[in-house]
């Protein structure tokens, strides 16, 4: 794609010629947690630990963060990258019967993409490093996005 608005920089490289599932990993987690045995199993669990974690990202990325504001809410997508991917239907320790993939939160799936709302407590290090308020996920794990939490839109009327 060619075409470019006023005040939009391009990256220093094509993301999509990358060779891992064409996903550029912006950064990684860096978290108390290095076993799936130890890491909460949500948000709500991390956060009740009352342990913060950070983000430190890629150089190459770093001034896409420039618009983030401290104090926000932030989605962070990640990569689980340590999750089997072949289970259709699952089965949940707290639950008596399965439950199919789809209608988990559970790291395994097809395509391992973890879906994170934490707020962004400082941008450290020029940029290098975000602190963020409580994190489920182990230590090294790759981070694809980063995108903002609009209540306006992404909280449904029904919430």
């Avoid at 009352?50 to 963060?65: C, K, Q, S, T, Y």
């Amino acid at each position: 794609m060619s075409d470019i608005r006023p005040d939009e920089t391009r990256l220093a490289f094509e993301p999509a010629e990358a060779d891992d599932a064409r996903l550029v990993f912006v950064g990684r987690v860096r978290s108390p947690w290095t076993t799936r045995a130890d890491c909460p199993k949500n948000l709500r669990a991390a956060r009740e630990a009352g342990v913060g974690a950070r983000v430190e990202i890629d150089e190459a990325f770093r001034p896409a963060l420039a618009s983030l504001e401290v104090g926000s809410w932030i989605f962070l997508l990640s990569w689980l990258h340590m999750a089997r991917r072949d289970l259709a239907m699952q089965m949940p320790r707290h639950a008596e019967r399965p439950t199919s993939t789809f209608a988990l939160r559970s790291p395994v799936r097809p395509n391992p993409i973890g879906l994170h709302l934490v707020r962004l407590l400082a941008v450290e290090q020029d940029g290098a490093v975000l602190a963020i308020d409580a994190i489920d996920l182990l230590d090294g794990t790759p981070i694809i996005d980063i995108k903002p939490y609009f209540a306006s839109v992404d909280s449904p009327p029904e919430a």
